[in-house]
């Protein structure tokens, strides 16, 4: 595997292996690892070769209270799973090769960045959609990988792709989950003792609407009422959001149709997590995927 430090190391690798008419798989991450990542690579790996995976730790999407300075960095743990894992190249520029001080521009996707996580992270999703598109220039690959996991991200990344004519096909591949269901994320390491048992609840959360949707409950007020239930029963969290929306617009919806997803976000402690499922309508009944 080699590591590539500059921009334009990593353009010209691009064009060399798009010469060779080969299909590049890009998976962006933001370091500190785990299977989630892992699925997200070998899925790439399926699909394309070479496979390209950036470890960049975004600044432009941290607020100025956020936890940019202690996110978990592991770099050379990292370096070796990738290895492991088959991987071409991995791509892992500085901050100041991504924004120099001369830089000055902003992507932002109107209408979806300002509401859930945009609401309560004001500025988040024009870090992301900013550095993400950058990615897709300097990569160039004919698919990107995403999970589903940041589903609001992931929904805002493909309109801008849609929006913007981008070449690359972006994939959303499940969330992958730890035994007892909490979604994996690199912050997972933040919790601890009580505070990780607890963060359960918001997987026993989706559980709990899931089984309400399989009984014919379709009123999503209902449907919050049963989420936020069994989310008030842990002391430890403090939930910032409930929703369930329409997958593509991500506005409210007060009963169930088409395809919406169920998003949350709560705190435990200093620990901030989100998690989600997927409700697709099939005939009469809906399908509830966590």
């Known amino acids: 595997m080699e590591i590539i430090r500059t921009i334009s190391w990593m353009k010209q690798i691009s064009r060399e292996a798009r010469a060779k008419n080969r299909v590049i798989g890009l998976v962006p991450t933001m370091g500190a690892l785990h299977p989630g990542h892992f699925s997200l690579i070998r899925a790439a790996q399926t699909d394309c070769s070479p496979v390209v995976v950036s470890i960049f730790v975004n600044p432009k999407q941290f607020g100025p209270s956020e936890d940019f300075q202690k996110y978990p960095r592991s770099f050379e743990a990292d370096r070796?799973?990738?290895?492991?894992?088959?991987?071409?190249?991995?791509?892992?520029?500085?901050?100041?090769?991504?924004?120099?001080?001369?830089?000055?521009?902003?992507?932002?996707?109107?209408?979806?960045?300002?509401?859930?996580?945009?609401?309560?992270?004001?500025?988040?999703?024009?870090?992301?959609?900013?550095?993400?598109?950058?990615?897709?220039?300097?990569?160039?690959?004919?698919?990107?990988?995403?999970?589903r996991k940041d589903a609001q991200q992931a929904r805002i990344i493909r309109q801008m792709s849609l929006d913007l004519n981008l070449d690359a096909q972006i994939v959303v591949r499940p969330i992958l989950r730890e035994s007892d269901g909490l979604a994996l994320s690199s912050r997972n390491v933040y919790l601890q003792g009580d505070d990780r048992r607890a963060a359960t609840a918001l997987h026993r959360s989706l559980e709990a609407v899931r089984q309400e949707i399989a009984a014919a409950q379709r009123d999503v007020l209902r449907l919050l009422a049963v989420l936020r239930r069994v989310l008030d029963a842990e002391p430890a969290i403090a939930l910032?959001?409930?929703?369930?929306?329409?997958?593509?617009?991500?506005e409210p919806v007060l009963n169930l149709r088409g395809?919406?997803?169920?998003?949350?976000?709560?705190?435990?402690?200093?620990t901030r997590l989100i998690d989600n499922a997927l409700v697709e309508q099939e005939g009469d009944t809906f399908r509830v995927t966590i």
């Open 80 to 147: 070796g799973a990738l290895e492991n894992l088959g991987v071409d190249y991995l791509f892992a520029p500085t901050p100041e090769e991504m924004y120099p001080p001369d830089f000055r521009t902003v992507v932002a996707v109107s209408g979806l960045s300002d509401k859930l996580e945009g609401r309560s992270r004001p500025g988040h999703f024009h870090g992301v959609t900013t550095v993400v598109l950058k990615l897709l220039e300097i990569v160039q690959p004919g698919f990107a990988y995403f999970g």
């Open 240 to 250: 910032d959001y409930a929703e369930i929306v329409d997958a593509e617009t991500l």
């Open 259 to 270: 395809s919406c997803l169920i998003l949350l976000a709560a705190k435990l402690g200093k």
